[in-house]
């Protein structure tokens, strides 16, 4: 019960935040009314233990436990899912201290996936985060050009879009953008069907598949 409390923010009610629902004022930092506080409490339960699809419930668990203020998402599908986590993450921060960086492939997306233009994207998720990154490209390509800028990143999201060929080369990356506290998951598919399942990674894992990246690199040279 104390972890359900904790991840769901039973254990903030009483500090300031920004109200995410409809009949509380949207965009402005508050001490939350209990009708508020409420209403938002409710939304949190439902995404981290009712939400569909099932798996994603662990990644809002995580955004909600971790309190999640810099957020690193590889491939947005529908961008619904980046939407919901930024949402939990305005339970707890300042709009303003919030950053969101999505890396997708959006106009060069293969048939196989739903259809998601850089610009479409940028109008859903700019109205709850201040502070947004779309990067169009490969993971490697992207990282390369952005991880630097991603130091302290606090949850780290990888799409099943994305397979270990496509992410081969981007491991090296990661390690820099870990702080001890980083909760890194990785969507994978169930089988042949199409539900999914979040595996969380271990830095030491990280650390390993980076390493290996660097040998080859090593060895190729």
């Known amino acids: 019960m104390a972890a359900f409390m904790h991840f769901c923010g039973f254990d903030s009610i009483r500090s300031t935040f920004r109200a995410e629902d409809d009949k509380c004022p949207t965009g402005v930092i508050h001490e939350p ?12 339960i439902f995404l981290c233990y009712f939400s569909q699809p099932k798996a994603e419930r662990q990644l809002y ?3 909600a436990g971790t309190r999640a203020s810099r957020i690193v998402e590889i491939g947005l599908g529908t961008g ?44 859903m998720l700019r ?32 799409s099943a879009d994305y397979d270990e060929s496509d992410l081969a080369n981007a491991w ?3 390690p820099r953008m870990l702080h001890p506290g980083t909760v890194v998951l990785r969507e994978d598919f169930l089988g042949d069907s199409q539900e999914t399942r979040f595996e969380r990674i271990s830095h030491d894992e990280i650390a390993k598949r980076a ?11």
């Open 33 to 44: 009314t209990a009708k508020c506080v409420s209403m938002g409490i409710l939304s949190r």
């Open 172 to 174: 090296f990356y990661f």
């Open 127 to 158: 109205p709850v985060a201040r502070t947004l990154q779309l990067i169009p490209g490969d993971p490697r390509s992207a990282l390369a050009r952005a991880a630097n800028g991603l130091v302290g990143s606090d949850l780290i999201v990888i």
């Open 80 to 123: 619904r899912r980046a939407r919901r986590v930024i949402e939990i993450s305005r339970c707890y921060h300042p709009a303003e201290q919030i950053h969101y960086t999505g890396i997708d492939w959006f106009e060069a997306r293969p048939e196989s996936q739903p259809t998601l233009r850089l610009k479409q994207a940028f109008q």
């Open 61 to 63: 668990r995580a955004a």
């Open 211 to 221: 390493q290996k990246r660097q040998t080859n690199l090593l060895r190729a040279a």
